[in-house]
């Protein structure tokens, strides 16, 4: 340690926003991490995932210049080569088919100043709104759902709330693994005496420590919101006095569950009615209760209908508006609400100003100087189907792998290869950078200043402790060299800061916020502005954004796939506490990787053994799309007939195999369940990676390969 | 042993840094670089990390290899000194001697260290350093020199030769004896004021007697999430994993801080792991800190009594909460 300094941050994983310090060496590279005692959220503590930090940055393996394709692989290149080939392939696309043949994927694990540079940078310079990130498949169902019932799609209440709460419901999220310091609050709270349920087809930590379990079928939320709530009207412990005073809808609510009895729907939800009837009498008598919810809300064709779902139950029991209530989203990444904020996303200019809204076209056009294009843009599972169509050609990408992340793998590929442009900026070498016709080093967390605005919407501030590894740029600073090159001067900055005041001036939630004071506060939460110059900690205390929140009944939607005959096991997707996203980050730590062998499928002993698999079996599983070969844990986590993939590991990606049947209104994919058919591999054959699977059924149909 | 009466701690603290890189902890809880001209106000307690990982870092090179000769990559730090060390820290470090005692890396670094301990007048959060007798007064043979804070000065003890060395050059008065039975009567106080701590004693008794169901351990278990903070701040624990890493010369060889909480810890290239159950590792842990087995080894209990793992434990499983459970269930 000697010859080391600590510099204060933010931890780059989940979204719940750690406070960490980064012990930097003598040789400026970060050798340690430590846990903020005084931060407000964390106070002291942080995950696997936050303590090895340090490997997850570490230059050993990260790219240090710009790459371009050749015919016999990458070259190193100069940022001069890389730009220029970078300019024409654009220009060239622009010019041929305009701009909405090109298209930006913006990474929620970069910071608000990268997010709002790379959709200034669509929108000012490319002159398209084809924007978009990963936010898509986790919680864009949130954003469209609560939007509609509450007026505003984030976390209602915040983390510090879960002291108050009496009653914490955690539905379809696993939040001491993916989460893992605010589920560790949730325990805090049940060994102080909240009453803890959990609502999930696997038996989780939080599921193992709860008051009640409700191991539901995956794909029936809505059928159990409905049900409870049928049972809350029966009973009359809807709190009517909120209903009337603060929302409409209420009596077409409790008409459109008056044939939704638990008696009625419970096998249909997989649990005895009378747990049905145990969550409706706990949560609708509660003193204050708290919802959270997570990917199994979210991840379905019915996502944005199961956020409503949510909504309707919590705002019946009037549990809104108070500390340690609500209807609260648990975000995955550590800036993807910020991404959201910023206006990365097709349909919206930073702080949601609606792209089809004339008046903010004209306040935006008017900002920046430039006419800003008003037709939505493509979502970014819409550029890989327009790529497909061959009328999306050119895709600058940063800090995402959707090649390991996004469903249906093999329609990712495909889509891929027909771009005549493809730029990511990466840490290191991923799937998707492979694919790549420009790759270029991408700054770290550690190596920029910027803010993460945390999923209980806290912007906090990021701060340089090295400087970046080899010739790796912050991502505002290479979009921005990118768009001078193209002539336009709208990405000149001249530090981070300088790009947070010029967002914080058109961001209405953040337009209260400056970095000396986000200094002062440990962040500040939005909405934060004139009325509310310190941040807002809770959300619709008296009004909601759209006045009366709206109560809107939602009924039953089928899974698009279920099990049958050829595919007669349900695959859902799950994470894990010591792995992130893609996994580009987290696999770099020996001790992480140590944790997990490559890739895993979790299964039920009962499954296994009809199966003839033991614990490691080596499996292939295939689905309607793909097809992949890992190993078997036995394990009675899941129910019989549920198998259960981590997306984490690129060698056996789950998205070989999982569905891309989408949530119409928020274009989710149904990530969270399709059906497969699992089966051993002969004794002594080793589980092949994908990439190993994929050369060598190249040029014949993988759905014909043996497995 | 020689005690002084120091004025002005900014005098020490000039005279160490005119040959030591000088340390310090402040109000942020963390270690810091201070000039040693212009030096910061001390700040006594408990800093979030221990000194450990000033000796046993937390992740260095081990050696090298380049295909035909095998290279040590000691480290070779500057002097240096940490001003403010705990009571509790100090026994920690004392423990990791013990262990360390052949280890050429943290001993590189421990010869140019010079320990200046910080006696605590009042009890830290989750602290309870006297019933495992590793406060709040400085134990004897763990520092080089000894800080106690009065009211018109400091009470400056040199506690072994290297610490005596180190005041050469600086003119200092010696103590009255007033000083020393201040120094008493503070520690003594200190002492009283810490909370009722009955379930430690009876925590230890029982785990060491084992009358621990194993339903409990089980329980426990679930509330560990693997995530190594109580072994990363855990001023005692000193397990480490290596890795070897090829460029493309040479073969490099890394330590780093392990955790005997991880999955992996014991996992065996065949899958077979002796701990494979998060309860057993739990169980493991705290008698690794409180077993009569390792006393006699080490001569004490790998507890100090810091009080960190009661912190930065998400799944609420800290010393304090642990052994509070063994007591009432």
């Given amino acids: ?707 | 042993m020689m005690a002084y009466f120091l004025t002005d701690l900014a005098e020490l603290t000039r005279h160490l840094g005119r040959t030591r890189q000088i340390w310090q902890h402040d109000a942020r809880q963390d270690w810091f670089q201070t000039d040693a001209t212009t030096p910061s106000p001390l700040v006594a307690g408990r800093p979030a990390r221990s000194a450990k990982g000033f000796f046993f870092a937390e992740q260095e090179h081990v050696f090298e290899f380049d295909g035909r000769y095998f290279r040590e990559t000691l480290p070779r730090p500057k002097p240096f000194a940490l001003i403010g060390v705990s009571s509790c820290d100090l026994v920690a470090l004392a423990y990791q001697d013990q262990f360390f005692a052949d280890d050429p890396h943290y001993q590189a670094r421990r010869q140019q260290g010079l320990l200046v301990g910080l006696e605590c007048t009042t009890p830290c959060t989750h602290g309870f350093c006297p019933t495992v007798d590793a406060g709040p007064g400085a134990r004897a043979g763990t520092a080089d020199l000894v800080l106690h804070p009065l009211d018109d000065g400091w009470l400056l003890t040199a506690t072994s030769t290297q610490g005596e060395d180190s005041l050469r050059g600086l003119s200092l008065a010696a103590a009255s004896e007033c000083a020393q039975q201040l120094r008493d009567k503070q520690l003594a106080d200190c002492e009283q004021q810490f909370p009722d701590d009955h379930h430690i004693v009876e925590g230890a008794r029982r785990l060491n007697a084992g009358e621990i169901a194993e339903d409990l351990w089980q329980h426990l278990g679930i509330q560990c999430l693997s995530c190594s903070g109580c072994t990363s701040l855990c001023p005692t624990c000193s397990c480490y994993g290596v890795q070897d890493q090829s460029s493309e010369q040479t073969i490099s060889r890394r330590r780093f801080w392990d955790s005997c909480l991880y999955d992996g810890f014991q996992r065996e290239a065949s899958q077979h792991n002796p701990s494979a159950d998060a309860g057993a590792r739990v169980q493991r842990f705290w008698y690794h800190k409180f077993s009569d087995d390792f006393r006699q080894d080490f001569g004490r209990y790998g507890c100090v009594g810091c009080g960190r793992c009661e912190v930065t434990c998400p799944g609420v499983i800290g010393v304090h909460s642990v052994m509070k459970r063994i007591c009432h269930e």
Wanted: charged content about 20%; hydrophobic content about 40%.
């Fill in chain 1, 1 to 707: 340690m000697p010859g080391q300094q600590s510099v204060q941050t933010i931890c780059p994983f989940c979204g719940v926003g750690c406070g960490m310090n980064l012990l930097v060496d003598h040789q400026e590279s970060v050798v340690g991490v430590s846990p903020q005692s005084d931060h407000p959220i964390s106070k002291g503590k942080l995950c696997a995932k936050g303590w090895s930090t340090p490997f997850a940055i570490e230059p050993g393996d990260r790219l240090k210049h710009p790459l371009i394709r050749t015919p016999n692989g990458f070259r190193a290149a100069s940022w001069e080569e890389a730009l220029e080939v970078i300019c024409f392939g654009l220009e060239d696309i622009i010019t041929r088919l305009g701009p909405d043949a090109v298209g930006v994927i913006s990474s929620a694990r970069a910071s608000n100043e990268d997010n709002y540079a790379a959709q200034k940078f669509a929108r000012a310079v490319l002159g398209t709104n084809n924007v978009d990130h990963c936010a898509r498949i986790c919680h864009s169902p949130t954003v469209a759902g609560l939007k509609q019932t509450l007026g505003s799609g984030a976390m209602t209440n915040s983390a510090a709330d879960i002291d108050q709460a009496d009653v914490i419901v955690v539905w379809g999220s696993d939040a001491t693994e993916n989460h893992a310091i605010l589920g560790g609050h949730i325990i805090e709270a049940k060994l102080r005496g909240a009453t803890l349920i959990v609502v999930d087809p696997r038996r989780t930590r939080l599921a193992k420590l709860a008051d009640l379990h409700l191991q539901v079928r995956s794909g029936s939320n809505i059928l159990l919101a409905n049900a409870l709530l049928h049972e809350i009207y029966r009973h009359g412990w809807q709190d009517q006095a909120f209903l009337d005073a603060r929302c409409e809808g209420a009596e077409a609510l409790a008409e459109a569950v008056a044939d939704c009895s638990p008696s009625r729907l419970s096998e249909a939800i997989g649990v005895p009615a009378s747990q049905i009837q145990t969550l409706a009498r706990i949560y609708g008598q509660a003193g204050n209760a708290m919802i959270f919810y997570g990917m199994g809300i979210t991840q379905f064709v019915s996502g944005t209908f199961n956020v409503m779902a949510l909504a309707n139950l919590a705002l019946s029991c009037g549990q809104m508006g108070r500390p340690g209530t609500g209807v609260n989203p648990l975000r995955g990444q550590n800036n993807v609400q910020g991404a959201c904020d910023m206006g990365c996303l097709p349909n919206v200019y930073p702080g949601y100003q609606d792209v089809a809204d004339p008046a903010a076209r004209q306040r935006i056009s008017d900002y920046w100087q430039c006419l800003v294009p008003n037709r939505t843009g493509l979502t970014s599972m819409g550029m890989t189907r327009a790529a497909l169509r061959g009328v999306f050609k050119g895709m600058i990408l940063f800090g995402e792998d959707p090649v390991v992340t996004d469903p249906d793998q093999n329609e990712v590929l495909a889509s891929l290869k027909a771009l005549d442009l493809l730029v990511v900026a990466e840490l290191t070498m991923t799937e998707t950078a492979s694919h790549a016709h420009v790759v270029l080093p991408a700054a770290s967390f550690a190596e920029k200043n910027g803010t993460f605005t945390n999923c209980e919407r806290r912007v906090q501030l990021v701060h340089q402790a090295i400087p970046p590894v080899g010739e790796s740029r912050g991502d505002w600073q290479w979009l921005g060299a990118i768009a001078r090159r193209l002539g336009s001067k709208a990405l000149d900055w001249t530090d981070s800061q300088a790009v947070f005041d010029e967002m914080a001036a058109i961001t209405p939630n953040y337009s209260g916020m400056t970095y000396p004071k986000l200094a002062r506060h440990h962040g500040l939460q939005w909405p934060c502005n004139e009325t509310a110059p310190d941040g807002t900690a809770l959300l619709h205390q008296t009004s909601f954004p759209i006045g009366r929140a709206r109560l809107i009944p939602v009924h039953h939607v089928d899974i698009d796939e279920p099990a049958d005959g050829d595919y007669p096991l349900q695959l859902t997707t799950n994470r894990l506490h010591f792995h992130y996203g893609c996994g580009s980050m987290s696999r770099k730590s020996p001790l992480l990787e140590r944790e997990t062998p490559d890739g895993i499928l979790f299964i039920n002993p009962l499954d296994a053994q009809s199966l003839g698999l033991r614990d490691h079996s080596a499996v292939g599983v295939r689905s309607r799309r793909g097809y992949l070969e890992t190993r078997a844990i036995l394990t009675d986590d899941l129910p019989p007939g549920l198998v259960s993939m981590p997306y984490h590991f690129h060698e056996a990606p789950s998205n070989q195999l999982t569905n891309r049947a989408m949530d119409p209104i928020s274009k989710m994919p149904e990530l969270k369940v399709c059906a497969v058919r699992v089966c051993p591999l002969p004794e002594g054959q080793q589980p092949r990676p994908i990439q190993a699977i994929l050369a060598q059924t190249s040029g014949s149909d993988p759905q014909e390969t043996s497995g």
